[in-house]
């Protein structure tokens, strides 16, 4: 009878330190949304008023990058995993403030493209 409760009180143990959860950084914008960019029309403005303040803005303003990471993590006793994704919306802009370019890359962007 111990016995039974040796294992009840083991397996409650093991299962209080198991952690569940979710990862949700930045808000996600999908290439549905990124599509809505018209390249030599959209300007610096409605990129702001449509995706908000940027993640990160390149010095002098041009380049301006939205990153969102989205994905779950699992632990028990304190080893674990996470399966997380990144992604970010990349635009840059001409001396005009207009869209001179965009692109969603996987994971965070390195380099600044087309400049």
Excluded: H
Aim: proline letters at 2%; a positive charge; aromatic letters at 8%.
């Amino acid at each position: 009878m111990k016995f039974r409760y040796a294992i009840v009180a083991g397996a409650a143990a093991l299962l209080s330190a198991c952690a569940i959860g979710s990862i949700e950084n930045g808000t996600v914008i999908s290439q549905s949304d990124a599509s809505k960019i018209v390249i030599g029309k959209t300007t610096k403005q409605e990129i702001f008023l449509n995706f908000g303040e940027p993640t990160r803005t390149e010095p002098g303003g041009k380049v301006v990058f939205y990153s969102w990471t989205k994905g779950s993590k699992f632990r028990v006793m304190g080893i674990g995993s996470t399966d997380a994704k990144g992604n970010t919306l990349v635009v840059i802009f001409d001396d005009g403030d207009v869209v001179k370019d965009y692109r969603i890359t996987r994971g965070a962007a390195q380099a600044v493209m087309g400049q």
